[in-house]
């Protein structure tokens, strides 16, 4: 399984950390944003990292892989790969994420959720809705990066993170980023 040091070190050689003052898919501001997509356009980071997320939760008896479209797609898929099990994802369906494309969660299937980077756990949080309004048993929650300096909680679920970051982030009204006249990234897929 690969170390804090050498998933942040990934990171870093791949361009994903970045500074500088930007707006959080949350509608918080940042001076860091971590671009996951720099990491995961290559496979084999991918996979590799994805093998050592499956690795965590290997004990677990995981029947179903479950992600958040778009970064959970592709997580999803390589630790579903890892673990040997089926790997579905959430989509957004009028404004709320939802099973669609025929997948099915059955009643106490057990379901690990994967999440790419996490700050304030929201979207994670919306899969977990699904995967208990299906039925599903959540096992654990394996993230990339969680950003939240260990705030997240998933009313006890165990998370696990490849690699923990504490990340400033501010409301909007008390950024100081704002207030030094810095522009303003917006980064992500998401609108707000």
């Known amino acids: 399984m690969m170390t804090q040091e050498e998933v942040k070190q990934l990171f870093i050689e791949t361009g994903a950390i970045l500074e500088g003052h930007f707006l959080l898919t949350?509608?918080?501001?940042?001076?860091?944003?971590?671009?996951k997509f720099q990491v995961l356009q290559h496979p084999k980071h991918t996979e590799k990292l994805c093998q050592s997320m499956a690795e965590m939760f290997a004990d677990d008896n995981v029947e179903v892989v479950v992600g958040p479209v778009t970064g959970g797609i592709l997580l999803a898929h390589e630790v579903g790969k890892?673990?040997?099990?089926?790997?579905?994802f959430t989509e957004r369906e009028n404004g709320k994420m939802a099973l669609r494309?025929?997948?099915?969660?059955?009643?106490?299937?057990?379901?690990l959720l994967v999440e790419d980077i996490v700050t304030t756990g929201g979207s994670i949080q919306e899969v977990l809705d699904v995967v208990i309004e299906?039925?599903?048993?959540?096992?654990?929650?394996?993230?990339?990066?969680?950003?939240?300096?260990g705030k997240v909680n998933f009313g006890g679920?165990?998370?696990?993170?490849l690699l923990n970051l504490t990340v400033t982030t501010?409301?909007?009204a008390d950024c100081p980023l704002c207030k030094q006249g810095l522009e303003m990234t917006k980064r992500g897929s998401r609108k707000l």
């Open 26 to 35: 949350s509608g918080l501001h940042s001076p860091m944003y971590v671009e």
């Open 82 to 88: 890892a673990l040997g099990t089926r790997a579905i």
């Open 101 to 111: 494309r025929g997948f099915q969660i059955k009643p106490g299937e057990r379901v």
């Open 134 to 149: 299906k039925g599903g048993v959540p096992v654990g929650i394996g993230m990339l990066v969680d950003r939240s300096g």
């Open 157 to 161: 679920v165990p998370h696990k993170a």
């Open 170 to 172: 501010y409301d909007p």
